[in-house]
């Protein structure tokens, strides 16, 4: 395809509505190994997932994340978001990225794949980068997802840079941060679910 389409930039973006997020409700909490055990067998009721990790931020020059330490995964209905602290959590969510035939969709996923390979010691099967979609329909910047949601929804979605640079690695996450988290997987997923009709 030789036309090369354009995102929108801030300005524009900054004057649509604001894109309907997953809240609360519709957000679980997975940080015991009952509560993995049942967010598995969920997900595996859907064809896809919307998926992202969060990582405790590094200040300091030459320091190395030990992360990921959150991991979320989204379909349409509901968000589960994974404190790999616990080890329970931890496995279930290695099962989870390792399953085959399950499309992973999310933005910039090359530094999470490394991360998840690092630290879970699996290689995570069927991640896909939305952002070659997106390259694929003739779009030439990444995309990411704000301009995603942008082009398909003609909306504007969302984040917290306090929340993005928040603790990840804290044993109690706050609500903002579930919010976040969940929300970063479920648009992903939302835009998965608009590319591949």
């Known amino acids: 395809m030789n036309t090369r389409l354009t995102t929108p930039d801030k300005d524009a973006i900054a004057l649509l509505p604001p894109f309907e997020r997953v809240g609360l409700d519709r957000i679980t909490l997975v940080d015991t190994g009952p509560k993995a055990r049942e967010a598995h067998r969920q997900l595996l009721e859907s064809p896809a997932w919307g998926f992202d990790t969060e990582s405790k931020p590094t200040f300091k020059v030459g320091e190395q994340s030990d992360g990921p330490h959150v991991l979320q995964l989204s379909t349409a209905e509901r968000a589960w978001v994974f ?37 879970l010691g699996i290689e995570p099967l069927g991640i896909l980068e939305l952002n070659t979609l997106f390259h694929q329909r003739g779009y030439r910047k990444d995309m990411g997802v704000k301009g995603a949601v942008a082009v398909l929804f003609h909306q504007r979605f969302i984040k917290s840079k306090k929340a993005a640079t928040s603790n990840w690695a804290n044993p109690r996450l706050s609500e903002t941060q579930l919010v976040y988290a969940a929300n970063d997987a479920y648009a992903a997923f939302r835009v998965w679910e608009a590319l591949k009709v």
């Open 83 to 119: 404190q790999l602290h616990d080890p329970d959590c931890s496995a279930v969510a290695a099962a989870l990225l390792a399953h085959p035939g399950i499309d992973k969709a999310g933005f910039g996923l090359g530094d999470d794949r490394k991360r998840i390979i690092h630290k």
